[in-house]
């Protein structure tokens, strides 16, 4: 099975930081990874798709980037309202779903 | 606009069983295979099961293979996940998830449920 793994596990910032996140696959998922925005007792929401395709109606200070094995997720100036836990997600496996263990952005 | 309600969560001893379910409204239940997703206290989220959009194919992790099925009515536009012989570790927060695009193997997921919680002790 393809295994995630995201890191930092936990990122201190500031409002206005640029942010970034990694996420790494054990092997190739081609551009098939999503990211995901989850804060306490909410179900998660989908932030970007295709690797670096924004969700409609999420802000376009985020942006998602990658292809292959390593992906990143940017938020290009951290807002109040995005301290929360971020997930990384692989669908290249038809049979096979895998998150990644998550990231805490939290406020500095 | 697209809605998805879990219910059926609930408090079972360990090697009992539930029945989850997830009423689905606002887009066509039969274009989207549909998902469904953990997440134990605290943890992170963990891909439990999917069945296709033709309820053809499903598809389970390791970890509850053998024990979980996963089905869907389209008359009632509604998802179930019979949960047997259940064991501490599958406590958890149980969501629906829908996938982005129809007829696709695509399985990023835009619309989730509420979750139910599923609480496994004695």
């Known amino acids: 099975d393809i295994q995630m793994t995201q890191s930092p596990s936990t990122l201190s910032a500031s409002v206005g930081d640029r942010v970034t996140i990694t996420c790494r696959a054990s092997?190739?998922?081609?551009?098939?990874l999503a990211w995901y925005q989850q804060k306490p007792g909410k179900a998660p929401k989908l932030l970007i798709y295709?690797?670096?395709s924004l969700q409609g109606g999420v802000p376009s200070r985020f942006s998602g980037s990658g292809s292959g094995t390593e992906f990143t997720l940017t938020i290009s100036s951290l807002q109040p309202d995005d301290f929360a836990t971020y997930y990384c997600?692989?669908?290249?496996?038809?049979?096979?779903?895998?998150f990644g263990q998550g990231t805490l952005v939290e406020i500095k | 606009q697209v809605q998805l309600v879990e219910s059926g969560g609930g408090v079972v001893q360990p090697g009992g069983s539930l029945r989850l379910s997830c009423a689905a409204s606002?887009?066509?239940?039969?274009?989207?295979?549909m998902h469904w997703v953990r997440q134990a206290p605290d943890k992170g989220l963990e891909w439990v099961a999917v069945?296709?959009?033709?309820?053809?194919?499903?598809y389970y992790s390791d970890s509850v293979q053998g024990r979980f099925t996963i089905s869907a009515d389209k008359s009632k536009n509604t998802l179930y996940l019979q949960m047997n012989s259940l064991r501490v570790e599958d406590t958890a927060v149980y969501y629906c998830?829908?996938?982005?695009?129809?007829?696709?193997?695509?399985?990023?997921?835009?619309?989730w449920g509420q979750g139910t919680l599923v609480t496994v002790s004695s």
């Open positions: 997600q692989q669908y290249n496996t038809y049979s096979r779903a895998a």
């Open positions: 998830a829908k996938v982005l695009k129809g007829h696709s193997s695509s399985w990023c997921f835009d619309h």
């Open positions: 295709d690797a670096s």
């Open positions: 092997q190739s998922i081609t551009r098939w």
């Open positions: 069945i296709s959009y033709d309820t053809n194919r499903n």
């Open positions: 606002g887009f066509t239940f039969g274009n989207y295979d």
